[in-house]
């Protein structure tokens, strides 16, 4: 059977996604979906931003990283006190402050990453752990050298311009984005590196740039969805990044399946609402047990699919139709597999 | 000056804690090859049992922590039967997303009012601290109890390591589990006596700790068990006398950064020094690097 | 000029000294076998040309350019390539992506290209990917490009690793023990194989290689070490009569009827 061309399925893509956001819209403006929901679809959707990050520097490059938060941290107050000091409310500026929330992120991933980098695995991720846990005492102490971040107190007050229609673009161009990237030469580099490292480099592929390329990327992503969070949330709290931020993104790409990025989507958005919904099932009684649930279901999970829900698989509609003379041929490379 | 070795002695005390947690780490590393995150979790747990065994059961202090100890080790097996066997040759970073929930699993469930309930705690100690002031030091019998027993426990593991099989076993199965088994070694066992262990040092850890920094509550164990856990790779992951060595350092760097230059900044500090030194010997202190053959 | 130079090479590692006094040229076109007992220090060797160790003393020449120290990545770049004694395949990744990596980063695009799929990276895209069906095909393995590369079978893998060195477009291909495991009819499929190889690619190629088959049928030209020495060089029918090589492999005062 024919594929379908690459035009036509990227019609359909657009179609659906477009329908989607319509659908959605309408029920919020028709408050069938209610305020709260809301804000958890927006959560749900700036996670998944998050997510892609840390599934392009450990699903795809294999680069272990337990401090994610810290830069998704470092964007949202980045972006916030830019805004909140120059931005005076304006939508372009607030686009420019996310961008710079991007650029500090990837600026620090830059910086910290040339040299540790080079760690292996499990030693990568606690200097990683330990990097975060300086970022969030770094933000704990803000007030003393920047009064304007809050310190422990926290920092209110940035513009709170972030609505549905922006936090669910943006999460649309981040996937195409990443798919954009995977889907590469740039992809097919940070797979083989995260397959084998030494072969990798013997074969001629600067392992070292691509790690770095792909960490500061990943990282920059998650002080994008940082600097979303900002401008949807009116509070922002240094215990909001610590690691057990860096976590809730880690399992959600290990749950998700290493090298699927509709893994990490999928399970992003489903993880919060399957939080927020706990929340509601258990009521005011047995709030308490939230956290003993969602600790059991997450053990529960592991253990019953240890290579997460999409192992190395993707989605038909993220998966580009092959080029050139594969066209027609079984398989195809970056087609069948995630990689 | 007086005050610098003051420091000093407060930061053994505070090392040599993190050794009995450190130890747990890099035995379970050893042999499974997985970060056991729950662990300072379990290092809470004892501290718990021990304060409920002296203060509310009428037990003794050292049997309140042998109490401790066992209740530990039961449920150090118990956990790695349930969350980490299954995963036992998976890829690792299922077990170590199986451990991160352990460890979030206990927490929350020692919170549950019918547990040990989310509140701070204050521990009464069981006895008086004395302090005894040799020239201008001054020095607590909780120090001394500190050092004695660690230094005991570390007899002990080193006898149990190099003079048994028990110690001979869990040699070879943190090498190669296959060759192991091969050579008769009950693998499962083996496994399960190391987790006990560590898990009774930790318990052990958990109720000095009480003692000393009078204060409980079932998130106690994060911090404690990240600095241990970082002890343990500074020092060599895997490696027992860079537990050790790793947890001394720590315990040193954190009470002297604490008392002369902000005891705000003390983990960042501390956590800073462990990425400078993984990027100067990038397998621990005493770690041994294993080249890939090519 | 010959291709390869490796001149007064010595690797000492701790108190071991692996490699000594090793001299060896490799002209354009040959096909030479380096061979020996095993932990005679032929993989070592190998990995001082890949740039994996930097040699105690002693200098590594291509095409007269010293390349000795260089990072194994920008070795690779400079022409040569090598397969690996036990297969190093990118497991996971598709066949065809295996091949399609070793094209990065000379592509022919860059990232922005690459994120906003630019006129120039289709095109770029369409010819690397046209370039590694046809490597593909020529070592038979076009039906299984959408294959995992760990669901092949053994001698397609080695295959495989081979195409997977050509991407690069080497002018020197090392080839470590390319028949291990092999049985005589794979051995003399994988000798044919090697041929075209080389006259279709115009390479120069240097082996490591125990099967005997291989290497008398294979290779122009014989160097032999033990101990981390060179203790022969010659023709194949010269080597094979060779007291100090039957020795080495057979033990001392060895015989061959």
Same mark, same amino acid.
């Not at chain 2, 009464?124 to 001054?138: D, K």
């Not at chain 3, 080497?170 to 190889?197: C, F, H, Q, T, W």
């Not at chain 3, 190629?205 to 160097?223: D, F, N, S, W």
């Given at each position: 059977m024919p594929k379908a061309t690459s035009a036509k399925k990227t019609i359909l893509f657009l179609a659906a996604t477009l329908a989607v956001y319509a659908l959605v819209r309408f029920l919020e403006t028709s408050e069938i979906i209610n305020p709260y929901w809301q804000r958890v679809l927006d959560q749900a959707l700036i996670t998944t931003m998050g997510a892609l990050g840390l599934s392009i520097i450990y699903g795809f490059t294999g680069q272990f990283s337990l401090g994610h938060a810290a830069f998704f941290g470092l964007g949202a107050y980045a972006a916030g006190v830019f805004d909140k000091t120059l931005g005076q409310g304006s939508l372009p500026m607030f686009v420019v402050s996310l961008l710079i929330g991007a650029a500090v992120a990837g600026l620090m991933a830059l910086i910290i990453g040339l040299p540790i980098l080079r760690l292996r695995s499990d030693y990568l991720g606690i200097a990683t752990l330990g990097f975060g846990i300086i970022v969030k005492v770094g933000m704990d102490n803000s007030s003393k050298f920047m009064p304007v971040l809050g310190g422990a107190t926290g920092m209110s007050g940035t513009p709170q311009l972030a609505n549905f229609d922006w936090v669910f673009w943006f999460t649309f161009l981040v996937i195409i984005l990443v798919r954009n990237f995977v889907f590469s030469s740039y992809g097919r580099a940070c797979t083989s590196v995260r397959e084998d490292e030494i072969a990798a480099e013997i074969m001629g592929i600067n392992t070292t740039k691509v790690k770095v390329l792909a960490f500061v990327l990943g990282c920059a992503l998650a002080g994008l969805a940082g600097g979303m969070y900002a401008h949807r949330y009116p509070f922002l709290h240094p215990s909001s990044f610590d690691f057990l931020k860096s976590f809730d993104f880690l399992l959600v790409v290990v749950l998700g399946g290493l090298g699927s990025m509709t893994g990490t989507i999928i399970t992003a958005i489903s993880w919060v609402f399957l939080l927020e919904g706990l929340r509601f099932v258990l009521g005011e009684t047995f709030i308490d047990f939230r956290g003993v649930i969602y600790a059991l279901i997450l053990v529960v999970a592991i253990i019953m699919r240890p290579q997460g829900i999409f192992g190395g698989k993707e989605a038909g509609f993220l998966i580009p139709k092959p080029l050139g003379s594969l066209a027609g041929r079984k398989g195809g490379g970056n087609a069948g597999s995630a990689t | 000056m007086e005050h610098v070795v003051d420091q000093i002695i407060n930061g053994l005390q505070l090392g040599f804690m993190y050794a009995l947690i450190a130890l747990g780490y890099t035995m379970v590393y050893g042999v499974v090859k997985l970060i056991n995150f729950a662990h300072g979790d379990v290092?809470?747990?004892?501290?718990?049992?021990?304060?409920?065994?002296?203060?509310?059961?009428?037990?003794?202090?050292?049997?309140?922590?042998?109490?401790?100890?066992?209740?530990?080790?039961?449920?150090?097996?118990?956990?790695?039967?349930?969350?980490?066997?299954?995963?036992?040759?998976?890829?690792?970073?299922?077990?170590?997303?199986?451990?991160?929930?352990?460890?979030?699993?206990?927490?929350?469930?020692?919170?549950?009012?019918?547990?040990?309930?989310?509140?701070?705690?204050?521990?009464?100690?069981?006895?008086?601290?004395?302090?005894? @002031?040799?020239?201008?030091?001054?020095?607590?019998?909780?120090?001394?109890?500190?050092?004695?027993?660690?230094?005991?426990?570390? $007899?002990?593991?080193?006898?149990?390591?190099?003079?048994?099989?028990?110690?001979?076993?869990?040699? *070879?199965?943190?090498?190669? @589990?296959?060759?192991?088994? $091969?050579?008769?070694?009950?693998?499962?066992? *083996?496994?399960?006596?190391?987790?006990? #262990?560590?898990?009774?040092?930790?318990?052990?850890?958990?109720? $000095?700790?009480?003692?000393?920094?009078?204060?409980? @509550?079932?998130?106690?164990?994060?911090?404690?068990?990240?600095?241990?856990?970082?002890?343990?790779?500074?020092?060599?992951?895997?490696?027992?006398?860079?537990?050790?060595?790793?947890?001394?350092?720590?315990?040193?760097?954190? *009470?002297? *950064?604490?008392?002369?230059?902000?005891?705000?900044?003390?983990?960042?500090?501390?956590?800073?020094?462990? #990425?400078?030194?993984?990027?100067?010997?990038?397998t621990g202190i005493l770690g041994r690097t294993e080249p890939d053959k090519v | 000029?010959?291709?390869?130079?490796?001149?007064?090479?010595?690797?000492?590692?701790?108190?071991?000294?692996?490699?000594?006094?090793?001299?060896?040229?490799?002209?354009?076109?040959?096909?030479?076998?380096?061979?020996?007992?095993?932990?005679?220090?032929?993989?070592?060797?190998?990995?001082?040309?890949?740039?994996?160790?930097?040699?105690?003393?002693?200098?590594?020449?291509?095409?007269?350019?010293?390349?000795?120290?260089?990072?194994?990545?920008?070795?690779?770049?400079?022409?040569?390539?090598?397969?690996?004694?036990?297969?190093?395949?990118?497991?996971?990744?598709?066949?065809?992506?295996?091949?399609?990596?070793?094209?990065?980063?000379?592509?022919?695009?860059?990232?922005?290209?690459?994120?906003?799929?630019?006129?120039?990276?289709?095109?770029?895209?369409?010819?690397?990917?046209?370039?590694?069906?046809?490597?593909?095909?020529?070592?038979?393995?076009?039906?299984?490009?959408?294959?995992?590369?760990?669901?092949?079978?053994?001698?397609?893998?080695?295959?495989?690793?081979?195409?997977?060195?050509?991407?690069?477009?080497?002018?020197?291909?090392?080839?470590?023990?390319?028949?291990?495991?092999?049985?005589?009819?794979?051995?003399?499929?994988?000798?044919?194989?090697?041929?075209?190889?080389?006259?279709?690619?115009?390479?120069?190629?240097?082996?490591?290689?125990?099967?005997?088959?291989?290497?008398?049928?294979?290779?122009?030209?014989?160097?032999?070490?033990?101990?981390?020495?060179?203790?022969?060089?010659?023709?194949?029918?010269?080597?094979?009569?060779?007291?100090?090589v039957l020795e080495a492999y057979l033990g001392k005062g060895a015989t061959v009827a």
């Open positions: - | 290092f809470m747990v004892g501290a718990f049992v021990g304060y409920f065994g002296f203060s509310q059961w009428g037990l003794s202090f050292p049997v309140a922590v042998l109490t401790a100890m066992v209740v530990c080790a039961i449920l150090g097996v118990v956990i790695e039967r349930i969350a980490y066997r299954p995963l036992r040759y998976a890829p690792k970073i299922a077990a170590l997303i199986s451990a991160l929930g352990v460890s979030l699993f206990l927490e929350y469930f020692s919170s549950l009012k019918f547990v040990f309930g989310p509140n701070y705690r204050v521990v009464q100690r069981p006895f008086e601290e004395v302090q005894w @002031h040799l020239g201008s030091l001054i020095v607590t019998n909780i120090q001394v109890m500190v050092f004695v027993t660690v230094l005991i426990m570390l $007899l002990i593991l080193q006898f149990l390591i190099y003079r048994t099989k028990v110690g001979m076993a869990m040699r *070879t199965v943190s090498v190669d @589990h296959n060759a192991a088994r $091969l050579m008769g070694v009950n693998v499962d066992n *083996t496994i399960s006596m190391t987790f006990a #262990i560590g898990s009774a040092f930790a318990a052990a850890g958990g109720v $000095l700790y009480a003692i000393a920094y009078p204060q409980i @509550h079932p998130f106690m164990g994060i911090m404690p068990g990240l600095k241990a856990f970082t002890a343990a790779v500074l020092g060599g992951i895997g490696i027992i006398p860079g537990a050790v060595l790793g947890a001394i350092i720590m315990g040193q760097v954190e *009470t002297m *950064t604490s008392a002369f230059l902000s005891s705000q900044a003390r983990d960042a500090i501390a956590f800073a020094i462990l #990425i400078l030194v993984l990027l100067i010997r990038p | 000029m010959p291709v390869l130079q490796l001149e007064n090479i010595d690797k000492t590692f701790g108190g071991l000294k692996a490699v000594s006094g090793f001299n060896m040229a490799v002209e354009k076109g040959e096909i030479v076998g380096l061979i020996g007992p095993n932990g005679a220090g032929k993989t070592t060797v190998f990995n001082m040309i890949s740039g994996i160790y930097k040699p105690s003393a002693g200098k590594v020449y291509f095409l007269d350019r010293e390349i000795t120290g260089q990072a194994p990545f920008q070795v690779c770049q400079q022409g040569i390539a090598r397969t690996f004694q036990n297969v190093r395949l990118f497991k996971e990744n598709t066949v065809l992506d295996n091949v399609r990596a070793i094209y990065h980063p000379r592509t022919g695009y860059g990232i922005f290209d690459a994120i906003f799929r630019t006129p120039r990276f289709i095109k770029n895209e369409r010819s690397i990917s046209e370039e590694a069906m046809e490597l593909l095909e020529a070592l038979g393995l076009q039906d299984r490009a959408g294959e995992k590369a760990m669901n092949l079978p053994y001698g397609a893998q080695r295959r495989l690793e081979i195409a997977r060195a050509l991407a690069g477009k080497p002018k020197l291909l090392l080839l470590d023990e390319p028949a291990a495991g092999m049985n005589p009819s794979e051995v003399a499929r994988m000798v044919e194989l090697i041929r075209y190889v080389k006259e279709k690619f115009d390479l120069t190629v240097l082996l490591i290689e125990h099967q005997m088959g291989m290497v008398m049928k294979l290779c122009e030209r014989l160097v032999v070490m033990d101990f981390g020495q060179i203790i022969a060089t010659g023709l194949p029918a010269e080597i094979r009569g060779n007291q100090l």
